[in-house]
């Protein structure tokens, strides 16, 4: 043997023996792996037989999963395996062990899912593991998938009720691994999701939430199965189409909106090809099935986030068109959603305003919701927890400011014109309350956009009425509306440059005010407006007298709980003067103001009269003398109020304390007649006599009210002036009283009974002694005691009914005699 057969041949058994302890390390590391997996499927058996907390089974037993899951696909490939052994023997056991592995792997599965298909959730989580490293073997994953949701198919068909929640989440990932490259992982990922529709499909029949389709049936889901790879990359769009339609109509909604939900995260994806897989696939399912998608405010805020994080996003005409789509079969809560973002709105919110507008078939809803915020007040705190809940942190409502910025956006879209002729009314009374709102806002700093301005503005120019808007501008109306007197004005500037141009839209506006002004606002203030824009506007296309029906209106708002409405009908009112008798419903008109009259505000009261005092002017005799009757009634009231108001004169000029007294609430006849005297003899104590004499004139009056007055009044003077009265005086006084101590009317009796007893009492303290008259004088001048109730007795004109016939028959006798100087 040469030397060189020798070398040869020892490197042949070198290389023999290195091969072999090669394959005994193979051999010894997949039977470890074996070992270990098998030790992982008793660890589990044992759980599931435990009474362990079912969260706490799932988390211990999806731990072992991962790590039996790591260790059995760090295993080399099979090709690779067989390499490694020397023989043909050697490689089939090799290849034994290897397949067992993979086969104890989805048995322990198999254990898990046949027990409980809630745990088909592993599923989720493997994919995810698939995807962190390229070493794991995608195909031999998506293998064991299918089959495991092919066992757990025919498994639910023996359920009435079948719970799998991670159904749309795997749906989710099963879609874009139906988009691969690779044409086995295609197959294979295609019966996974075939088997997970069966089970979608399962659910549905216990919960009968899905309505059968024209794409419903047996075997609608069957082309998942009939997959040809060889031609899939010609037909992809129509199969991606076709998943998306079957994803839509067997999951139910919640897991459609998981479905939904995963697949927007994945539009974040570093990887460009998934996220554009994911973008396709979610176009398609909402094009189709978006009405079916819950939480749909959340997914709006989550697009937002998405933005306005990386305002650069690759994907974001994607996330947009997300928008776009669920605008259209959920548009109120989208744009509820799009007003819910800080102010002003930057420019993630201004592009997704303008994503929702793109869908022009639902712009009557989006304008529709936009109104419905608008009736809102910017700055009113939240009043209940069933309000809509809110993702801001902020409690008050400052949705109302955004709406108005965003029909900055929505109005001037082409495809909205004829949704905003149709809306044009209600766009342009909410955009000038909002005006009024927001200038009255003190949230918003001084320099604040006024965002209602400028979408009334862009709401003109949109309608064809730029002239108006040109009108108004040189007007400087827009320039003063942030001014908060100016408000009101600009709303008759607006009124009356509207009908200066003979707006087309006035029919549908005048039908809408009138509608809005019978219905009744939503507050007071909202009243206002609407009767100043609505009597401008009758103003210039109507001559006096209204039309019945708006007569009504004014009638009613005479009456109204806001003293401001009250007096702008009245003034309205009080200008139908000249052409008070072409008006059918004179008498109900009048006899409203006459109800003005007990009106708390005396603004209200004096506008009335001046009102009336106009229209009697110009009133004919015959319906003058049929109202005489309830115009005299309605001063009886009125009368007593006049007093108050003198009274009021006199508290102020002459430093009285008893304005509090002559509060309708406080008011009390006695009282206020005490606190008078007691500020008299504080004052004018030398001039107590004088007042007496001058009462006792009264007590011979008709009227019985005067007489009980006097007689009280007597009584009160008398007990002040005590120490300066003479007995001639107590004289004159006991003779007068005498008399009424026998008056016809019982109550006036009872008092002259009363203040005859006050007068005896100051008559036996009364002495001719100078010297002590003197001393009692200077003890006055000392110790001034204030009068306290001496009557107890309230002077209520109603206490009778002769009191009340007889204060009704002088003023009708007043009446009859002074027609025409009733109201002075």
């Known amino acids: 043997m040469s030397l060189r057969t020798s070398k040869i041949g020892h490197f042949q058994t070198l290389h023999n023996c290195v091969k072999w302890h090669r394959m005994e390390s193979i051999a010894n590391s997949l039977l470890d792996t074996f070992s270990d997996l098998l030790c992982h499927q008793s660890m589990i058996l044992a759980m599931n037989s435990s009474f362990i907390d079912p969260l706490v089974q799932y988390e211990s037993q999806l731990s072992i999963i991962e790590s039996s899951f790591r260790k059995a696909f ?149 082309f998942l199965l009939s997959l040809d790879t060889q031609v899939l990359s010609q037909t992809m769009n129509q199969f991606k189409t076709k998943i998306a339609q079957s994803v839509g109509q067997y999951l139910m909604p919640s897991l459609l909106t998981d479905f939904v939900w995963s697949l927007l995260k994945k539009l974040s994806s570093p990887s460009h090809v998934t996220a554009f897989e994911a973008a396709a696939i979610l176009k398609l399912t909402l094009e189709s099935h978006a009405q079916k998608v819950t939480k749909v405010s959340k997914i709006v805020d989550d697009i937002y986030q998405q933005i306005s994080h990386n305002f650069s996003h690759t994907m974001k005409h994607a996330l947009l068109r997300v928008i776009t789509l669920l605008t259209r079969t959920s548009p109120k809560k989208v744009i509820f959603q799009l007003m819910d973002y800080p102010l002003p709105a930057d420019n993630t919110v201004i592009l997704m305003w303008e994503a929702a507008g793109y869908e022009s078939s639902v712009a009557p809803d989006v304008l529709s919701t936009i109104l419905l915020i608008l009736k809102g007040k910017p700055g009113e705190m939240e009043e209940t927890q069933m309000e809509r809940r809110r993702f801001s942190l902020d409690a008050t409502n400052m949705m109302p400011v955004a709406a108005s910025q965003a029909l900055c956006t929505f109005l001037p879209v082409g495809s909205y014109k004829k949704a905003v002729a149709q809306f044009f009314p209600q766009l342009l009374m909410a955009l000038m309350l909002q005006l009024f709102y927001t200038s009255q806002l003190r949230v918003l700093p001084q320099d604040r956009p006024l965002f209602a301005r400028d979408a009334l503005r862009v709401l003109l120019n949109c309608s064809g009425l730029q002239e108006v808007d040109l009108a108004l501008k040189k007007k400087n109306c827009w320039n003063q509306f942030s001014q908060v007197l100016f408000h009101h004005h600009g709303v008759y500037l607006i009124a009356k440059t509207l009908s200066e141009h003979n707006f087309p839209q006035f029919p549908e506006t005048l039908h809408y005010l009138y509608k809005t002004s019978v219905e009744g606002p939503r507050r007071s203030e909202d009243s206002i407006i609407t009767i100043i824009f609505l009597t401008e506007l009758l103003n210039n296309f109507f001559k006096d007298p209204f039309p019945e029906e708006f007569l009504v209106l004014f009638r009613d708002w005479v009456n109204d709980s806001n003293p401001e409405v009250s007096k702008l009908s009245l003034q309205k009112i009080a200008s139908m003067a000249p052409v008070i008798n072409e008006i059918e419903s004179a008498c109900s008109l009048i006899t409203s103001i006459l109800e003005a009259f007990l009106s708390k505000e005396k603004t209200v009261v004096i506008r009335a009269l001046l009102t009336l005092r106009r229209l009697l002017g110009r009133l004919d005799k015959v319906t003058y003398s049929s109202l005489c009757t309830n115009i005299a009634s309605s001063y009886c009231p009125l009368m007593d109020h006049a007093c108050k108001y003198t009274l009021d004169i006199c508290a102020s000029q002459l430093k009285w304390s008893i304005s509090y007294l002559l509060k309708d609430e406080n008011y009390n006849f006695e009282l206020v007649v005490i606190n008078i005297c007691n500020n008299l003899v504080a004052s004018n104590e030398n001039q107590i006599t004088d007042l007496i004499s001058d009462t006792l004139g009264f007590m011979g009056s008709s009227r019985v009210y005067l007489r009980r007055g006097a007689v009280i009044l007597v009584g009160y003077l008398a007990k002040l002036g005590e120490y300066f009265l003479l007995k001639d005086e107590m004289a004159v006084m006991f003779e007068v009283i005498d008399k009424l101590r026998w008056d016809e009317d019982p109550i006036t009796r009872d008092l002259a009974e009363m203040t005859h007893h006050i007068l005896t009492e100051i008559a036996y303290k009364m002495t001719s002694s100078t010297i002590k008259k003197n001393f009692r004088r200077i003890f006055r001048f000392i110790y001034t005691k204030r009068l306290k109730p001496l009557y107890n007795w309230n002077m209520d004109l109603t206490d009778s009914d002769s009191d009340t016939k007889e204060m009704k028959s002088d003023k009708e006798g007043f009446a009859e005699d002074n027609d025409d100087d009733i109201i002075i």
């Open 74 to 222: 760090a295993i080399p490939s099979l090709e690779v395996v067989k390499t490694r052994g020397t023989n043909a023997e050697d490689k089939e056991e090799l290849e034994s062990v290897y397949m067992s592995i993979f086969n104890m792997y989805e048995d322990t599965l198999l254990i898990l899912v046949s027990k409980d298909l809630y745990k088909l959730q592993i599923l989720k989580e493997m994919m995810k593991w698939m995807d962190e490293d390229n070493l794991y073997f995608q195909e031999r994953v998506m293998v064991i998938i299918s089959r495991v949701l092919s066992f757990a198919s025919k498994k639910a068909r023996g359920h009435a009720s079948v719970d799998v929640p991670c159904s749309g989440v795997l749906a989710a990932e099963l879609s874009l691994l139906c988009c691969h490259t690779d044409p086995s992982i295609i197959q294979q990922a295609s019966s996974a999701m075939y088997y997970l529709l069966s089970i979608a499909k399962q659910q549905n029949a216990g919960t009968n939430t899905t309505k059968s389709t024209k794409n419903d049936g047996p075997g609608s889901h069957d």
